[in-house]
């Protein structure tokens, strides 16, 4: 009879105990920035980048709703989430209505996701402030967290042909360090082998220094790419390494 009690007692402060919470954590909290942008193609995006993270200790179902609370009128917006691209039309991936989308992101305890917007401007610049709300399907009326985006476009300003004969990659030949004459238009570097294969990515600021000491030998190219990803120049070097 002590037995039986001592399992209803148990069972009873089982039943009171508190269930583990889901916890999910955006990273950073808010994508904040400025984009220059060619507001002549009307099919380009911006895109704005956070990351999602599962910092709970159950896993999570999760449902994504986009709310736009204020864009210029001509803007459109999609989502890209760890499972797929939607289509500026949809507005979560799991509609409850229609069932067309229904695909949660799982993310089990530890697990980390993107949560990427796609900004479409479609020839305006403005700036526009968007939240993408955050709920598991086990309790989809509470919300768990909130990202935040706040993406400015402007236009960008075209690039000249003088601005272009400008620009030069040195030292060439090269031995460890690249540099980049000082501008306001290239954004990144992309070092590409013969066959056209890009083997090195650097983000540019001002000063700095891009390492491709650890490439073999040999003959490169290096675009020169604007804020739109469109490359403006590109230009041969000779790696070689010093010899005694």
Known sequence: MKQVLLFIFMALLWAQKPQAQLSLDVVPPTWENTIEFDLSSTYDDATCH??????????????????????????RFSVCDQNTCY???NT???????????????????????????????????????????????????????????????????INESDKSKLRVFPNPVTDYLAVTRNTFVKQLWVSNVLGKRVRTFDTAYGNRYDIGDLPDGIYLVSMVDANRKVVKTVRISKRSIRP
């Open 50 to 75: 956070l990351r999602l993270k599962n910092t709970g200790r159950q896993p999570i179902n999760l449902r994504w709703e986009l709310i736009v609370d204020e864009a210029p009128s001509a803007w």
């Open 87 to 89: 289509f500026t039309t």
């Open 92 to 158: 979560t991936n799991v509609d409850f209505y229609d069932r067309i989308p229904y695909a949660p992101v799982i993310l089990m305890p530890g697990d980390t996701a993107r949560l990427q917007l796609n900004v479409f401007p479609i020839g305006q610049a403005g700036s526009a402030n968007v939240r993408i709300n955050l709920y598991d399907l086990s309790n989809p009326k509470q919300l768990l967290n909130t990202a935040y985006y706040f993406p400015t476009i402007e236009e960008l300003t075209p």
